[in-house]
């Protein structure tokens, strides 16, 4: 999609009433347009919110962008407090480690996050103890 296309697309939301949008599919990090579409958002007065894996390049500008934009939030899937299952389930190498900042970077730049856990047969044991493990990255 085009970023003509989806300022379309929110203007019409926005004549219909809509108060919140949130960006999601494939990986709308990866998207050039995200901070363009995102302040044009907040322009028309919407909550925004970006929901991802954390898995892109230069997170750490593209955070400090986000933030200036005025992201509102941003949702993060994270699948297990262990590595090697993280990135089993989402079949890339370094996709703990890639959210793992990404949630950190987020945090630090004051961009509010909510992490969504997928409550998988193999992986759920460990999602029990996700609260506790996360209470200590703070």
Known sequence: MSLEQCIEIIDDAVSLGVKEIIFSGGEPLAWTGITNVIAHSKNKGLITS?????NC???GELMKELKS????KIIFSLYSDNE?????V????????????AITLAHSNNI???LH?????RIIGNLLVLPI????ME
């Open 90 to 101: 989402t079949r890339k190498s370094n996709s703990f480690s890639n959210t793992i900042t």
């Open 133 to 136: 493990w996360l209470k200590h």
């Open 69 to 72: 934009a005025g992201t509102d």
């Open 84 to 88: 090697n299952e993280h990135n089993r």
């Open 57 to 59: 390049y230069n997170l």
């Open 50 to 54: 970006i929901y991802t894996s954390g």
């Open 112 to 114: 509010f996050v909510e």
């Open 117 to 121: 856990f997928v409550a998988l047969a």
